[in-house]
Protein backbone atom coordinates (compact mmCIF):
# COMPACT_ATOMS: atom_id res chain seq x y z
CA UNK A 1 0.00 0.00 0.00
CA UNK A 2 1.60 3.40 -1.16
CA UNK A 3 0.46 6.10 0.33
CA UNK A 4 0.78 10.23 -0.47
CA UNK A 5 0.52 12.49 2.07
CA UNK A 6 1.05 16.37 1.14
CA UNK A 7 1.18 19.70 3.48
CA UNK A 8 2.55 22.94 3.29
CA UNK A 9 -0.21 24.46 2.09
CA UNK A 10 -2.42 27.48 3.64
CA UNK A 11 -2.98 31.00 3.33
CA UNK A 12 -0.81 33.51 1.53
CA UNK A 13 -0.82 37.27 0.49
CA UNK A 14 -0.07 37.97 -3.31
CA UNK A 15 3.36 38.23 -3.61
CA UNK A 16 4.68 35.70 -0.92
CA UNK A 17 5.63 32.47 -1.03
CA UNK A 18 4.54 28.72 0.10
CA UNK A 19 6.61 25.44 -0.33
CA UNK A 20 4.29 22.67 -0.24
CA UNK A 21 5.98 18.77 0.57
CA UNK A 22 4.76 15.28 -0.91
CA UNK A 23 5.88 12.37 1.46
CA UNK A 24 5.67 8.85 -0.66
CA UNK A 25 5.87 5.79 1.80
CA UNK A 26 7.32 3.43 -1.23
CA UNK A 27 10.09 0.87 -0.49
CA UNK A 28 9.60 -2.04 -3.11
CA UNK A 29 8.47 0.00 -6.44
CA UNK A 30 10.20 2.37 -8.82
CA UNK A 31 8.74 5.81 -9.01
CA UNK A 32 9.01 7.25 -12.85
CA UNK A 33 8.47 10.36 -12.11
CA UNK A 34 6.50 13.05 -9.73
CA UNK A 35 3.89 15.54 -10.72
CA UNK A 36 1.98 18.54 -8.72
CA UNK A 37 -1.28 18.97 -9.91
CA UNK A 38 -3.88 21.61 -8.78
CA UNK A 39 -8.04 22.00 -8.64
CA UNK A 40 -8.46 26.05 -8.53
CA UNK A 41 -12.57 26.48 -7.13
CA UNK A 42 -14.96 25.69 -10.03
CA UNK A 43 -12.44 24.59 -12.38
CA UNK A 44 -10.73 21.31 -13.77
CA UNK A 45 -7.53 19.69 -12.28
CA UNK A 46 -5.03 20.89 -14.16
CA UNK A 47 -0.71 19.57 -13.91
CA UNK A 48 1.17 22.03 -12.41
CA UNK A 49 4.80 20.92 -12.89
CA UNK A 50 6.49 17.25 -13.05
CA UNK A 51 9.81 15.92 -12.20
CA UNK A 52 10.86 12.38 -14.10
CA UNK A 53 13.38 9.92 -13.42
CA UNK A 54 15.95 11.51 -15.05
CA UNK A 55 14.83 14.89 -12.93
CA UNK A 56 14.02 16.28 -16.28
CA UNK A 57 11.39 18.77 -14.69
CA UNK A 58 8.39 20.48 -16.85
CA UNK A 59 6.05 23.72 -16.06
CA UNK A 60 2.56 25.16 -16.71
CA UNK A 61 3.72 28.16 -18.58
CA UNK A 62 1.33 30.51 -16.10
CA UNK A 63 3.83 29.37 -13.21
CA UNK A 64 7.17 29.56 -14.77
CA UNK A 65 9.75 31.48 -13.54
CA UNK A 66 7.66 31.25 -10.21
CA UNK A 67 7.64 27.61 -9.05
CA UNK A 68 10.15 25.02 -8.95
CA UNK A 69 9.87 21.46 -8.04
CA UNK A 70 12.52 18.65 -6.76
CA UNK A 71 12.68 15.41 -5.41
CA UNK A 72 14.77 13.42 -3.12
CA UNK A 73 14.27 10.00 -3.61
CA UNK A 74 10.09 9.76 -2.46
CA UNK A 75 10.00 13.44 -1.45
CA UNK A 76 8.87 15.92 -3.48
CA UNK A 77 8.64 19.77 -3.07
CA UNK A 78 7.09 22.81 -5.13
CA UNK A 79 8.70 26.03 -4.25
CA UNK A 80 6.27 28.75 -5.30
CA UNK A 81 7.36 32.06 -5.48
CA UNK A 82 5.17 35.47 -5.80
CA UNK A 83 2.39 33.67 -5.88
CA UNK A 84 -1.24 35.17 -7.37
CA UNK A 85 -4.55 35.05 -6.38
CA UNK A 86 -4.90 32.87 -9.79
CA UNK A 87 -2.74 30.04 -8.02
CA UNK A 88 -5.31 29.32 -4.95
CA UNK A 89 -6.51 25.64 -5.51
CA UNK A 90 -6.24 22.64 -4.22
CA UNK A 91 -2.98 21.45 -4.71
CA UNK A 92 -2.49 17.32 -5.13
CA UNK A 93 0.68 15.28 -5.43
CA UNK A 94 0.88 12.02 -7.50
CA UNK A 95 3.28 9.84 -8.77
CA UNK A 96 3.59 7.25 -10.80
CA UNK A 97 5.20 4.30 -12.08
CA UNK A 98 5.05 1.93 -15.17
CA UNK A 99 1.78 0.57 -14.33
CA UNK A 100 0.18 2.73 -11.33
CA UNK A 101 -0.62 6.23 -10.49
CA UNK A 102 -0.79 7.21 -6.70
CA UNK A 103 -2.52 10.30 -5.61
CA UNK A 104 -2.80 12.33 -2.04
CA UNK A 105 -5.17 13.83 -0.35
CA UNK A 106 -4.61 17.58 -1.68
CA UNK A 107 -3.18 20.54 0.23
CA UNK A 108 -5.18 23.86 0.06
CA UNK A 109 -3.42 26.91 -0.90
CA UNK A 110 -5.41 30.13 -0.90
CA UNK A 111 -3.77 33.38 -1.76
CA UNK A 112 -5.28 36.94 -0.88
CA UNK A 113 -5.36 40.07 0.45
Known amino acids: QVQVVESGGGLVQPGGSLRLSCAAS????????MRWYRRPPGKRRELVAEINSSGTTTYQDSVKGRFAISRNNSAMYLQMNDLKPEDTALYYC?????????WGQGTQVTVSA
Open 26 to 33: VSTITING
Open 94 to 102: NLYTAQMNY
